[in-house]
């Protein structure tokens, strides 16, 4: 499943009609917070609300679009609010019209798939709305990963774990960086798919590696990320020698010789330091 790093979120709404304004706050949960972002993109006209006597007019959903914004998602902050509050403050009624419409336009699309729906509405608002990417640690459907693969800026993502399927998908992603700090494990048929991405990894909570991932790594064009690892074999160490992008391995405390030796030829490669310094300082 898709995890968020909060539960909740203190949302709120600054909007103006035929002179009329809308402004309050709502503790949202995410699950409905995912249901308000991606209701402001349904095509259908919306009521207004609370209007002066019997007046009522009708406008697209669409004109709401940014006038909700987080205003935090502290648990301390929602907390605080909802002691001095309760569930929201001020005028708030456009929360439940957006969400009404939402319910009766997806119904059960809404309860059996929310997580393509996350992955889509945090990467169609990601300038928007603020939501860390880095929270989702494990994806349940290959749809959901698939959609952030198509995603066309840098991406970082908080996977601990990741099937070969779940790889092959990120390989694809077009963007400029892709960060997956948190995996410590890779597998082989994993390796080699990201090694197919065109930009910058960062696999910097690996804390092992294999000949063969590191052979398949070794062909990845851009810069790689592998702080994480304190050893490499003398085979990783010889396939990683001909990565033809800066490499990263700030972690290394241990090197033979003949692993020392086929680093060193990545003059100019290894970051921070010479290399031959770099090797100088593993030997001694």
């Not at 960062?202 to 994480?228: I, M, N, P, R, Y």
């Not at 490499?247 to 680093?263: C, M």
Request: charged residues 30%; contains cysteine; proline residues 2%.
């Amino acid at each position: 499943m898709l995890a968020e790093p909060h539960e909740e979120f203190i949302v709120g709404i600054d909007f103006c009609y035929c002179e009329v304004d809308y402004k309050g706050f709502e503790i949202v949960s995410c699950k409905n917070l995912g249901a308000l972002i991606y209701g402001l993109e349904i095509d259908e006209e919306i009521a207004t609300r609370n209007m002066p006597k019997h007046w009522e007019e009708t406008f697209s959903i669409r004109e709401l679009k940014g006038s909700f914004k987080i205003h935090s998602s502290d648990p301390s902050d929602v907390d605080a609010m909802r002691g001095l509050f309760g569930e929201s403050v001020g005028e708030v009624s456009y929360f439940e019209a957006v969400w009404q419409k939402f319910r009766e336009y997806w119904q059960d699309y809404c309860e059996t798939d929310v997580n393509i729906l996350d992955a889509k509405v945090i990467l169609e608002h990601a300038d928007e709305y603020i939501f860390d990417t880095t929270c989702i640690e494990k994806f349940i459907t290959i749809e959901a990963v698939e959609l952030f693969s198509k995603h066309e800026g840098g991406l970082a993502l908080g996977l601990t774990e990741m099937s070969d399927a779940v790889a092959e998908s990120l390989s694809k992603h077009q963007g400029d960086l892709l960060e997956l700090r948190g995996l410590t494990e890779l597998s082989d048929a994993a390796a080699e798919s990201l090694s197919k991405h065109q930009g910058d990894l960062f696999l910097d909570g690996l804390t092992e590696l294999s000949d063969a991932a590191a052979e398949s790594l070794s062909k990845h064009q851009g810069v790689l990320f592998l702080d994480g690892l304190t050893e490499l074999s003398d085979a990783a160490a010889e396939s990683l020698s001909k990565h033809q992008e800066p490499l990263w391995l700030r972690g290394l405390t241990e090197l033979s010789d003949a692993a020392a030796e086929a680093l060193s030829a990545k003059f100019g490669k290894i970051c921070d330091k010479d290399p031959s310094e770099w090797v100088a300082g593993l030997r001694s």
